[in-house]
């Protein structure tokens, strides 16, 4: 599989780019350094914001579009999972700055054509995103592509226990790691635990600040011993979709 990895280009090679006469979509993939159970490593969101971004990019190209990935965002608002080690949360305000600093810098370039692939779930994490792309908005009047899967009109495309809302670490994300990367998953530990069958959204709804508060102790929820390769792949298309489709509609706004 070709590599969409803009970092992975020269500057001059990437000047060439900007300067053809098709337009270079861009792809931010956003994660977290989160506790994701005893079975998935703290870098899972990454993983799979990173998936979902380069097969966005490899079904642009192959519709004949220019797309590259941009290196990942690695740190975010991860307040939830305070208490488990490794899990870093930065402030609201820095997250916003930094996506928002980022974006700005391309766009300065001429890349108006960018969309974020997220894959980490908490609600303040959430509202930094939005934050940021109302300020490129405001600043710029360039509109960035930003498939939500918390909202309704995504998350419906999304597995059952997606739309349960248990879904940290359990059989949606454990799937998306074992298709990416399955030798970062600790398959014996997986494969014995037992199903945490509460939903963190409604939870959140009522108030909880915590996965520790919720009854994850160990930093899942969801059913992780029911995940498979081939529902990681399945949803990674999905995913991608997304992003396809989120990147289609700002063009056809944009003309
Ligand atoms: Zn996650």
Not at 82 to 107: K, M, N, P, Y
Request: glycine share 6%.
């Amino acid at each position: 599989m070709p590599d969409y990895f803009l970092a992975h280009l020269t500057w001059s090679e990437l000047y060439d780019l900007l300067n053809q006469s098709r337009p270079c979509a861009l792809i931010l993939p956003v994660g977290s350094t989160e506790a994701h159970g005893p079975h998935l490593p703290l870098s899972a969101d990454v993983i799979i914001a990173e998936e979902m971004a380069a097969r966005a990019a490899r079904t642009l190209e192959l519709r004949g579009e220019s797309a590259l990935t941009l290196p990942p965002l690695a740190y975010s608002v991860t307040d939830f999972s305070e208490g488990f080690a490794g899990s870093v949360s930065i402030r609201a305000e820095t997250a916003t700055a930094l996506v928002r600093d980022i974006l700005l810098s391309l766009i300065k370039q001429g890349f108006k054509l960018i969309a974020i692939a997220n894959s980490h779930l908490e609600p303040a994490h959430i509202a930094t995103l939005r934050a940021a792309c109302e300020a490129i908005k405001v600043e710029t009047g360039v509109e960035i592509a930003f498939p939500d899967v918390t909202r309704r009109r995504w998350a419906k495309m999304l597995t059952d226990e997606f739309q349960s809302g248990a879904c940290h670490a359990g059989q949606y994300e454990s799937s998306l790691v074992l298709s990416a990367r399955p030798e970062l998953v600790r398959e014996e530990i997986r494969l014995a635990l037992e199903p945490k069958l509460i939903s963190l959204s409604e939870a959140i709804r009522e108030g909880a600040r915590s996965f520790i508060e919720i009854g994850g102790d160990q930093a899942y929820f969801g059913n992780p011993a029911a995940a498979t390769a081939e529902e990681g792949d399945r949803v990674f298309d999905i995913l991608a979709g997304m992003i396809v489709t989120a990147l289609d509609e700002l063009k056809r706004f944009s003309n």
